[in-house]
């Protein structure tokens, strides 16, 4: 179970995974050798995975960000990890689910800079994958939350 430190020091890293151990230390009122053990024990039990720098998808000329909703024509083990093994190797997929409640099988989200070139990903990559029966796109026009942080306020405190 996590207490309340652990959850201080998740949403102190899910905010900035670059902070330092004296700075998350100060923040959360430890001192940094039992910051550091806590942080390490996070990291060792799996609920850190891992840090990322987030990059600014704009300011790097990919402006344009699409949802591809896409149906397999059979739902076979086989066909989903052809489709799966390929899209993995696409840059420009930053997200791939399989999803249920839709007439699609997988839901794509692609980040590419402008109409041109999404219409070329789209013609000749992923309309080629083997059983892909139809491909649905819908374009982001606002983000209005873009978060990577998990909500921690369900967890109770010990």
């Known amino acids: 179970m996590l207490d309340k430190l652990d959850k201080r020091i998740l ?3 899910q905010k900035d995974g670059a902070i330092t151990n004296l700075e998350l230390a100060d923040k959360i009122g430890l001192s940094p050798s039992p910051c550091a053990r806590r942080v390490k024990q996070l990291e060792d039990t799996g609920i850190i995975e891992g840090q990322v720098t987030l990059l600014n998808a ?3 000329g990919l402006k ?3 949802l591809i909703q896409i149906s397999m024509d059979r739902h076979t083990p086989d066909r989903f990890d052809v489709f799966e093994d390929k899209v993995k190797g696409y840059p420009e997929v930053i997200e791939c689910i399989l999803i249920t409640g839709q007439s699609a099988d997988y839901q794509l989200k692609v980040v590419v800079p402008d109409m041109e070139y999404y219409q070329e990903f789209l013609l000749n ?3 080629r994958i083997e059983g892909v029966s139809d491909v649905h ?3 982001m026009l606002r983000e209005v939350i873009n978060s990577t942080a998990l909500p921690l306020n369900y967890i109770q405190n010990n």
């Open 58 to 60: 704009s300011k790097l």
């Open 11 to 13: 949403r102190e890293l």
């Open 125 to 127: 990559k992923i309309t």
């Open 64 to 66: 344009l960000t699409a």
């Open 137 to 139: 796109s819908s374009f």
